[in-house]
């Protein structure tokens, strides 16, 4: 199958084309960058030198080839939504993995990303790309809506407890951190390695725009109204989130009855991976991988849930989980290039 | 004055090495080390090279100069508590920065630190050094029990509101984040450099030792009976304390009023510096220095405030106050060899 | 096929499996580890979770299954050599990444490593594991001798002049830069994440053990005696050799010329990519993967010749160019299992 | 004193700052920043916040108060030389960071530098500021041009060799390493903090600009034709230069002898460290301080002789030598302000 990959020059594209040009079912035939149009990939990202010697196209919709049945968008939000219509008009699948089409209401992406969204139309028939939780509705999708780093790493810690209605919602406060490459790859000045390094911080403290995203697919899930506190954070390393997730629950459930709760939900998924005692998410254990980790740990003392969960966020938070809803999209086995063990 | 150091190999006797190698009033006359007795301490540590040339001894209490008033403990929880009775016998004033004379019950630190207390006919005589709260016992003790890295973090973030009796307890969480000369000099594999570097991990979820004695002081401050939820992380990065702090008001205050009663309640304390919106804090912009930077946000969405300090562990959360301390017992002013602006 | 990994725990061992265990070819059967016998690996690395579940076994030759055709052993050096004798006399092929069988004389090894060869008698028949000058030695090989991590950068930047005798040898500096995992897995305090990071420093200098293995190389490559100057230094990073190496040419040659001469020399070697200027070697760019880049700059004010490699330490120095070396010794694609693109 | 700091946001300008801002013979009463006039320094800056609240000003000499005697030039090159005779004029003492008064002939700087030198008739007024070669010329100077970061770490492992004429000038390497605060606070895609995080690298090979700079200091100590190989590394740290220089020696000395010879020289210079054996410099052992460390090693089996440097390149290399510089200037004692110990 012929993919193409719009903006293939940013950290997502980039992980899109390392995890794509080993894929045994695909072959990139076109892929875009704007600012990079004219050389080649690997004069950008010279980590491909030959293995992935594409040229980048400016991004114009007439060149995509006719024989590209499917496209990854991984262009800024609002740019993936102006153009997607026409692709679809085109009769490719999409997978967009900006925020454009995973908030079901216009109005709610307007006042979290400060515009007015370019294709409301299609919100209805976006389907949200988590496919721990909706991995039906992804195999037959025309527009894929490949979800956040954040909300993956925050949903899958929260999805059992949400669909059996036992968070107590006034509790559940999320604290998130993320490795740097989560900025993108556009040079600012609070990504200078000099002012990361060695450093820690909070960002958007109570206003990040991950946060509706998680509250709409938790409220799907539990059929409740969800309302969360959700606070990212910066650590000086380039790959990785770390979720640390508070609650209490509204029925008492054992540690043992919770993990049996995960280990049912989660039964037929292959990436996500319950970790038994005493062992605990790290990021370095799912670097490169696909893979989410998760723990969980019942604090007796205040009668506080703690669950704790970790990605990779460029892969099952971008482009690993959109190569999996690619791969069910096609009818292929989920895992198809995707099996490399974590790097460690 | 002169002033001993016992462990002054470890990062803690190492960092009041730094400091009081240039304090204006004090000279280090002795200073042991189990592991490394008979060596200079430049040896060990060679960024004193022509700074401090003390030779280290073993720690025989016998040989501590009479001329010393002011012995620094820095030696591991346990070790302390034996020494401490007989060096105020010998009419030494002392300050250990071990968690040996934190708390007050005996019964608390055998249950988190496993062991049974050695001296716990000291634990009422011990003041504990947190200045920001505690300043005027402190002048006149005879023994100072140095606050714990989180607990210092934590407790300047939450005094004012513990003070006013304005937490809800039971929504309280702190979720804490530690740079890894937290856990000491001596090599073991969790810290291992390629273990740690770009990875961040969660550890002793619901059972750090540091959580009863953030607790046994904010009961004290608010008279009432504090819990709390705390979770320590390990961030790649050699200094630096975080801590993001949720909690409900028992009164609804808005920021500004907050952050006035943060003003009143730090007023002449020169240490702690809550910033001014839009800045929050870093680790970075404390590093190497003894401040405390603080920030308030309220999430009118969910009704919580978000309280984030910074410091950095190994100067306010440990050598730092203890020269902070040092000051205040011996009638100096509070800033006294601490004035040096955070490296960034 | 199976192979057996004797030391699979530490770093060389794991990276061992993380690449075997996804080979199409191979079957780990045995994996030895003397600290976590009794224990699975996962329990140790739990990146390995669910991918590798092998109990780790003492290191006991007879419960090696006599289907195991191959042995790696990632033991240290001394260790190794101890054991091959009897694992070659049960008629297995052994791929040895300790240094034990790479120096031709028993003498040179006893001084350099400070101890008696366990089996000199041996040193004859093994044949030095570095395909790219050696690749038909290996395919019939009984006993490999895997290369050191700096002698495999070393020597793949000076290969193509040696075999010409174009090196003055007087003139030949090799500065070389580690990071961490090098060091190996044991917790050291100079490896203490709080001592390397934010750090660089040089080590063992004018007296590190792989000099002579880079000299008797570059000896038998050149049928002259080589003679090197060569520097270790310690970079704050997990995984990565760099080296920059520096010398004088016999003759004149351009940079055309010279790199006409590399592209030659490996043509038909997947692993070295000469990079095209303005490219430079970085370490990033091999992360995780088998290649070996270089880049050739001629300085023309001083007339020296700068020469640039950059490798994975733990892959193509070491567990890489282990799996490379069976791939040829079973008549298996070289590139069988090892064509994952860097990490970036 | 007071002082005027143009260029006063940039990392050299900011840890001027704060070197300054606790100096006790100095008052900073004028800072200028183009990107961020109108703010205050703590804005950009926050870890000074209540330490120094200045106000930014736009760059207009005109502004700059009669009453500063002194004025440090933190700004880009080419932007320095085209304010400085204009600063003379108006009587002021001038320190220059730029690299723009270091070279003696405008030829050079233009060739290197890419500019026509905008006030070339100054240069020979300049004094190069290394006080451990040239402390009587810059007490009495009136522009003194700071020496660059390289130049500083790479002339004092030098300058006693080259002004005893021992230096075989074909024969010396030097290879330097930087941290990533070298390439300066703007940001720029390869010091974006994914891009530089666990990776090294080369950079300007053969090309840098550093490489005129030293050799016209090492030919003026010599009185010989200095001709040098220099290639500039990246680490990935924020702060530190690490220098190997290997030569070989015109006469043979032994390691004791060497040691002498450096000991003379840098008598009555309390920033030069000559370590003892077997310490050898590693840049956390000067970080934050105005040292520079070094280690002489001489390598039997190749005849060469291996210096070793270290400086932070913020202060020794840049800021601490400006104020060292400073201090010499005015008549003080060389160290005032400069006695913090390493942070380690």
């Known amino acids: 199958m012929e993919v193409a990959i719009l903006g293939a020059t940013g950290y997502t594209g980039c992980e899109l084309v390392r995890l794509l040009c080993r894929h045994p079912a695909v ?4 892929a875009s960058s704007e600012s990079s149009a004219g050389s080649s990939l690997s004069q950008v990202h010279p980590q491909f030198y030959r293995l992935c010697e594409l040229e980048l196209q400016p991004l114009r919709l007439s060149d995509i080839p006719a024989s590209v049945e499917l496209v990854f968008c991984a262009l800024p939000h609002g ?8 692709l679809l008009a ?3 699948r999409v997978i967009d993995l900006s925020a454009d089409f995973r908030l079901r209401e216009a109005s709610l992406y307007e006042s979290w990303y400060g515009q007015v969204h370019p294709a409301p139309e299609l919100l209805d028939k976006a389907v949200y ?3 721990e939780i909706n991995r039906a509705a992804i195999a037959g999708a025309e527009l894929i809506a490949n979800p956040g780093c954040y909300p993956t790493a925050a949903l899958l810690a929260l999805a059992p407890l949400a669909a059996e209605k036992l ?8 604290d998130a951190k993320s ?3 989560g900025a993108g790859r556009t040079p600012r000045q609070p990504y200078h390695f000099p002012e990361c390094t060695e450093n820690f911080r909070a960002y958007r403290v109570a206003g990040h725009q991950h946060t509706p995203e998680i509250e709409q697919c938790l409220s799907r899930l539990s059929g409740e109204e969800a309302a969360i506190t959700f606070t990212p954070h910066l650590v000086p390393m380039a790959r ?5 997730v508070y609650l209490r629950l509204r029925r008492r459930c054992g540690e043992e009855q919770l993990e049996r709760l995960y280990r049912d939900y989660y039964r037929g998924h292959p990436f996500v991976r319950l970790l038994p005692p005493p062992l605990l998410p790290e990021t370095r254990l799912v670097r490169g991988s696909n893979y989410c980790d998760l723990a969980l740990r019942f604090d007796e003392r205040s009668g506080r849930l703690i669950i ?7 892969v099952k938070g971008a482009a690993g989980q959109a190569v999996q809803n690619m791969n069910l999209l096609c009818g292929l086995p989920e895992e198809t290039g995707l099996t490399q063990p974590p790097l460690g």
């Open 79 to 86: 740019r993936s939504a102006s153009l997607v219509p026409a």
């Open 240 to 244: 990785g989130i770390f979720c640390t």
């Open 167 to 174: 968070i107590q919602w006034e509790s559940l406060v999320i």
């Open 90 to 92: 085109a009769g490719k």
């Open 179 to 181: 490795g740097v490459s």
């Open 308 to 314: 704790l969960s970790a990605i990779d966020n460029l």
């Open 27 to 30: 072959e990139i035939t076109f």
């Open 129 to 131: 790309g988590l496919p």
